[in-house]
T-cell receptor, first 109, second 113 residues
């Protein structure tokens, strides 16, 4: 079957670094996506990985290991506005996204 | 720039009633999607459309129908609402099926009593 696993909730301190892990199992693979969703709002696109390695975009970086079925999202210099849910999604061979339940990130001052 | 507009933003509905959630995009995207989001679960795909005139079933299509008469509009209809359809519904679009970045509407919160 197809499955995405990510932690339900994480807590971090303002100014620190946090890593949100995601493991996936899909029928075929066409990329791994991370989205941010603030409470009561729509998800917004953060990053896309299709090749192994690290993609950096400002304070956010995303890593992919296809052989391990593993990705992480790294957030540096945390700000209070980073408090949100982070959704991991893998795209299968039919180009459909399989979504994790999301990781709620709580930032404390 | 509107992007994707959904209506209504919130609705309370009696069980057995028919309801249509509207979705309009102004980005000329080919692909459109309807998801539902429930607490503790990931986004689940209800129906999708790869291009105007075509539709397909997602993971949880039962009780829902869609149409795609043109590029911009992708309404979702609940023929006879049931309480288990209480959820937040998101419409999304992407330039192409192969494009990974989805643009989401603000969501429609539906409560079926």
């Amino acid at each position: 079957g197809q499955n995405i696993d990510q932690p339900t909730e994480m807590t971090a301190t303002e100014g620190a670094i946090v890593q949100i892990n995601c493991t996936y199992q899909t029928s075929g693979f066409n990329g791994l996506f991370w989205y941010q969703q603030h409470a009561g709002e729509a998800p917004t696109f953060l990053s896309y990985n299709v090749l192994d390695g690290l993609e950096e975009k400002g304070r956010f970086s995303s890593f992919l290991s296809r052989s391990k079925g593993y990705s992480y999202l790294l957030l540096k210099e945390l700000q209070m506005k980073d408090s949100a849910s982070y959704l991991c999604a893998a795209r299968d061979s039919n180009y459909q996204l399989i979504w994790g339940a999301g990781t709620k990130l709580i930032i404390k001052p | 720039i509107a992007g994707i507009t959904q209506a209504p933003t919130s609705q309370i509905l009696a069980a057995g009633r028919r309801m249509t959630l509207r979705c309009t995009q102004d980005m000329r995207h080919n692909a459109m999607y309807w998801y539902r989001q429930d607490l503790g679960l990931g986004l689940r795909l209800i129906h999708y459309s790869n291009t105007a005139g075509t539709t397909g079933k997602g993971e949880v299509p039962d009780g829902y129908s869609v149409s795609r008469a043109n590029t911009d509009d992708f309404p979702l209809t609940l023929a006879s609402a049931v309480p288990s359809q209480t959820s937040v519904y998101f419409c999304a679009s992407s330039a192409l099926v192969e494009t990974g970045e989805l643009f989401f509407g603000e969501g429609s919160r539906l409560t079926v009593l």
